[in-house]
């Protein structure tokens, strides 16, 4: 099968697996969006969607953030892991979001990864949930799976990146890299795959990851 047929098959499967692509972190907004992804680094989806309703009722917006302390802010958010690393990222770019943008998220590239704790991949998952920009941003396990499928050789995910924009069509990308998350999480987790109903790398797995399955 050719990369050109992959990826038709790829998007095919997977529109039918998902159709519908709900964000999976909980927010309002592009600030509270931004400090969901920030908090997401190492730790999972479902235990972000359990610490930020605590940490929005308290401050669900940068003018309010800084009123709280950094130790503070690192209490209830010390179950994500990172906390103090975390913690002192959302005060100084909440300070920084005020004094350089009025208190609104800046909806460019550029400007998101001068923020501390943003780099390239939470600065591509704002930029295309909050702002509907085309964006593919890549995670590990997006990583993982595309090249499991040979779309890229999978050197880094700045190459994945770059080699899947390059081959999904760009109306695609928003929803297509949530919908490889999903196809990760319910077929082929990282801890304990389920080799037998990952069919997509079945059909489509380079020798290596179909010497895996075996």
């Given at each position: 099968?050719?990369?050109?047929?992959?990826?038709?098959?790829?998007?095919?499967?997977?529109?039918?697996?998902?159709?519908?692509?709900?964000?999976?972190?909980?927010?309002?907004?592009?600030?509270?969006l931004l400090i969901a992804v920030l908090l997401s680094a190492q730790c999972t989806d479902k235990r972000v969607n359990e610490i930020t309703?605590?940490?929005?009722?308290?401050?669900?917006n940068p003018y309010d953030m800084i009123k709280l302390e950094v130790e503070e802010i690192r209490e209830i958010i010390r179950p994500c892991?990172?906390?103090?690393?975390?913690?002192?990222?959302?005060?100084?770019?909440?300070?920084?979001?005020?004094?350089?943008?009025?208190?609104?998220?800046?909806?460019?590239?550029?400007?998101?990864?001068?923020?501390?704790?943003?780099?390239?991949?939470?600065?591509?998952?704002?930029?295309?949930?909050?702002?509907?920009?085309?964006?593919?941003?890549?995670?590990?396990?997006?990583?993982?799976?595309?090249?499991?499928?040979?779309?890229?050789?999978?050197?880094?995910?700045?190459?994945?990146?770059?080699?899947?924009?390059?081959?999904?069509?760009?109306?695609?990308?928003?929803?297509?890299?949530?919908?490889?998350?999903?196809?990760?999480?319910?077929?082929?987790?990282?801890?304990?795959?389920?080799?037998d109903k990952d069919y997509i790398t079945r059909t489509i797995g380079t020798k290596k990851a179909m010497a895996e399955l075996k």
């Amino acid at each position: 099968m050719t990369k050109k047929e992959k990826v038709q098959y790829i998007i095919g499967e997977l529109e039918n697996l998902y159709p519908e692509t709900p964000i999976p972190l909980d927010h309002t907004d592009s600030y509270t969006l931004l400090i969901a992804v920030l908090l997401s680094a190492q730790c999972t989806d479902k235990r972000v969607n359990e610490i930020t309703p605590a940490l929005f009722r308290r401050a669900n917006n940068p003018y309010d953030m800084i009123k709280l302390e950094v130790e503070e802010i690192r209490e209830i958010i010390r179950p994500c892991g990172l906390s103090p690393r975390k913690s002192k990222a959302i005060y100084v770019l909440s300070q920084m979001l005020i004094d350089k943008y009025n208190g609104e998220v800046p909806a460019s590239y550029e400007a998101l990864e001068e923020l501390p704790g943003v780099g390239h991949k939470t600065a591509s998952v704002v930029m295309s949930q909050a702002f509907g920009f085309p964006a593919f941003p890549v995670d590990t396990h997006i990583h993982r799976l595309l090249t499991r499928w040979g779309i890229t050789n999978g050197k880094n995910v700045e190459q994945t990146e770059k080699d899947a924009k390059r081959l999904f069509p760009e109306e695609t990308w928003n929803k297509l890299h949530l919908q490889i998350i999903f196809y990760g999480r319910e077929y082929s987790p990282a801890r304990s795959p389920k080799m037998d109903k990952d069919y997509i790398t079945r059909t489509i797995g380079t020798k290596k990851a179909m010497a895996e399955l075996k």
